[in-house]
């Protein structure tokens, strides 16, 4: 399989809404208290914007978008806090018919390239606690625990 990692165009958005409504519907069943049914997660408007800001990109493998991940640059930092540059991984989603092949570490391989070129000083996710497969993924390429989230229904 020849798979390579692009900026996103306006011509990926059915593919990337097709991608993200199956993670969506994952969270949906696992937590319907918190997440709804929605099959427009991004309106194309908002897609077209999103893409002109160079921080949606997308695997392509043989012509067919199969991964997808979205960046947020942040500056952290307060008081209290040292100042740090950091990727914030916003979405990051795999077809479930290419999962398990690698596409997810040639997503994560192009945001550790933006890292090293934009002078970063760490790249930070959040999963959600019922997304076992997510979290081995993630752990495998060496992303450790930084923060647990915690609630009180």
């Keep these: 399989m020849n798979c390579l990692v692009r ?5 990926d958005w ?4 097709r991608i993200m409504n199956q993670v969506h519907n994952m969270h ?11 099959n427009n997660i991004i309106p194309k408007d908002i897609f077209e ?11 392509e493998a043989d012509g067919i978008v199969v991964g997808i991940i979205e960046l947020v640059f942040q500056r952290i930092g307060n008081p209290s806090l040292v100042t740090r540059n950091v990727i914030f ?3 990051m989603a795999v077809d479930e018919n290419y999962r398990g092949m690698g596409i997810g ?15 970063f000083d760490g790249i930070e996710l959040q999963v959600n606690a019922k997304n ?7 752990s495998k390429y060496g992303f450790t625990e930084q923060a647990i989230n915690m609630e009180l229904l």
């Design 7 to 11: 900026n996103a165009a306006i011509k």
């Design 14 to 17: 059915e593919a990337v809404i």
């Design 28 to 38: 949906v069943e696992w937590r319907p208290d918190i997440y709804k049914s929605n």
């Design 49 to 59: 914007k999103i893409v002109s800001e160079d921080t949606f990109f997308v695997a």
């Design 89 to 91: 991984i916003d979405s």
């Design 105 to 119: 570490h040639l997503l994560f391989e192009k945001v550790r390239q933006i890292k090293e070129q934009k002078h």
């Design 132 to 138: 076992k497969a997510a979290y081995e993924m993630y």
